[in-house]
């Protein structure tokens, strides 16, 4: 049960970032000190967590039985790599921010459980089981209500919004379908603090932070990105690698789908947001289409491991 809880918690802490990025926003912040102040105080509480782990003689732990694999310098550089597609998530999703309501970002960001789909079909070169495509379909019908398609105000919504929400979508996907295949027996804490600095570092590439030097940081920028590192690139990674390992990826993959109703929540409650019952609808659709695979899957488990009788 305990697991379970870490991972519950660890994607609704990923539900509380578009509040946060939007309240930065109205302060006058800009998209890349937003991004940047949060992946710089991440790396650096990973940073001091990995470096209390070592002290403490804990670096070497065991896991599952075997020890950790061991780090070089050309497989770091593979982890700094798969943080790209980290940063360049935040940085799409957190554009989109700009021209479009929190309450649809988030619902625009969990496209990706389709564009996953379509591309481990093409990747398979096999046509998705029956379950999926019905997964698939509630999704889209969800996606449908949830962005107010059947209501008059949709007319009003940004297309840039839109097309940056779902390159973020893309973007999570292909994030998502390399960092589980970067290095999976490595320290999970050292697995993350080398793609968040990878990611760090991309940024930094794209917009130098001229914050660092330039005072904006020593205000309300240091707190915001104190929240967002926190809750965003240091408590959840950490709580997945804890709970996931014990609770499987289908059962965490379910789990994980409470970010969406947490930042639709909250867009409703802090940012005063109008959500209607018709979204409200729409994002429930979108939980059922996460979770009807897995459902299907685990209740086909257990009624092919059911006694057959004498």
């Not at 970032?17 to 710089?40: P, R």
């Not at 979508?169 to 295949?181: E, K, M, N």
């Not at 609808?281 to 299907?296: K, S």
Request: glycine letters at 10%; aromatic letters at 10%.
């Amino acid at each position: 049960m305990k697991h379970m809880i870490a991972v519950f918690f660890g994607a609704a802490s990923y539900g509380i970032l578009s509040t946060f990025v939007v309240l930065a926003y109205d302060k006058g912040y800009k998209l890349q000190e937003v991004v940047g102040t949060q992946l710089l105080v991440g790396f650096l509480l990973l940073s001091l967590l990995s470096l209390a782990m070592k002290w403490k003689g804990k670096g070497q732990q065991k896991q599952a039985g075997a020890a950790f694999e061991r780090l070089n310098g050309k497989k770091v550089a593979w982890l700094m790599l798969a943080g790209v597609p980290q940063a360049a998530t935040g940085l799409l999703y957190y554009n989109a921010l700009k021209y479009i309501p929190a309450s649809l970002a988030i619902i625009l960001l969990f496209q990706f459980v389709w564009i996953s789909l379509v591309i481990q079909a093409v990747r398979q070169r096999k046509w998705p089981q029956a379950i999926m495509l019905v997964s698939l379909a509630i999704v889209i019908a969800g996606t449908v209500l949830a962005a107010g398609v059947l209501e008059e105000q949709v007319q009003a919504v940004s297309m840039t919004g839109i097309l940056f929400g779902l390159l973020a979508a893309v973007s999570y996907t292909v994030f998502i379908l390399i960092s589980g295949g970067v290095l999976p027996k490595a320290n999970p804490l050292h697995r993350t603090l080398w793609m968040v600095a990878g990611a760090l570092l991309f940024v930094s590439l794209i917009f130098p932070p001229h914050h660092l030097i330039n005072g904006r940081l020593w205000g309300d920028l240091l707190l915001f990105g104190l929240l967002l590192g926190c809750f965003g690139a240091f408590i959840p990674p950490l709580l997945f690698a804890y709970g996931v390992p014990y609770i499987g990826e289908g059962l965490a993959g379910i789990l994980g789908a409470v970010e969406l109703p947490v930042a639709v929540m909250l867009s409703t409650l802090v940012l005063h947001e109008q959500v209607s019952w018709l979204k409200w609808a729409g994002v429930l659709l979108v939980l059922v289409g996460i979770i009807v695979p897995e459902a299907y899957r685990r209740r086909k488990e257990k009624l092919s491991y059911q006694p057959t009788g004498c």
